[in-house]
């Protein structure tokens, strides 16, 4: 399975239709759109701190991609007339790069207008998928105890996960069986 040329349908709860897809290196104006729309609590729940505006060299980041060590996906919403909107994504990135075995650790963001309509789930299910494909066994993440909607993700997931409380901060594993 090629990662960088990924894509899949998928439709939110209320019905409208979005793609789930592959991160591109145009993405940048529509990376950029969909972070000044973010609010600070959001971006504070992802980063665990406050974040300035992005520089060049951050979007290059965000949208210059390997689909190696880095994969990075993409929700997109079609609008008429218009450029299609980012409206979330999610990463994993290879613990040991070239070390299957040793895991990768997931992220996630979706615009607060879209939250709750089930990206989450669908989002770490194509995770897991494009995971499994290249011989990861499981999945981590660092979650704040508070983020009750995150943690719901997981433990809805259908993955076996395990959740270990520690300073500030839930580590969270989940198994992606072969
Ligand atoms: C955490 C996050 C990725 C979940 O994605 P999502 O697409 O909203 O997930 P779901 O739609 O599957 O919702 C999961 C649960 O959380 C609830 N929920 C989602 N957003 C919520 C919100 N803003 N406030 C309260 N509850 C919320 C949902 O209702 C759902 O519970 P339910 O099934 O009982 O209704 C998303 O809320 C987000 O981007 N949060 C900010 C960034 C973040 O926390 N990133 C994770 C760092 S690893």
Redesign the pocket.
């Known amino acids: 399975m090629d990662a960088s040329t990924y894509s899949a349908p998928e439709t939110l709860r209320d019905g409208r239709a979005v793609t789930i897809r592959a991160i591109r290196a145009s993405d940048k104006q529509a990376m950029l759109d969909a972070f000044h729309g973010l609010e600070a609590q959001?971006i504070y729940?992802?980063l665990f701190t406050a974040h300035g505006e992005p520089s060049e060299q951050t979007l290059r980041e965000w949208t210059e991609v390997d689909f190696d060590k880095l994969v990075r996906l993409v929700v997109c919403l079609p609008r008429p007339g218009a450029d299609e909107q980012i409206i979330?994504g999610a990463s994993f990135a290879m613990l040991e790069p070239g070390n299957p075995a040793a895991g990768a650790e997931v992220?996630?963001?979706?615009e607060?207008d879209f939250?709750?309509?089930?990206?989450?789930?669908k989002l770490l299910a194509h995770l897991a998928r494009i995971a499994r494909a290249r011989g990861i066994r499981h999945f981590v993440?660092e979650?704040l105890p508070e983020?009750?909607?995150?943690l719901?993700?997981f433990e809805r997931s259908g993955l076996p996960t395990t959740l270990q409380r520690g300073e500030g901060v839930v580590h969270v594993n989940m198994l992606l069986p072969g």
């Open positions: 959001t729940l992802r979330g992220s996630f963001t979706i607060e939250q709750g309509q089930g990206l989450g789930g993440a979650v983020n009750h909607p995150m719901a993700v």
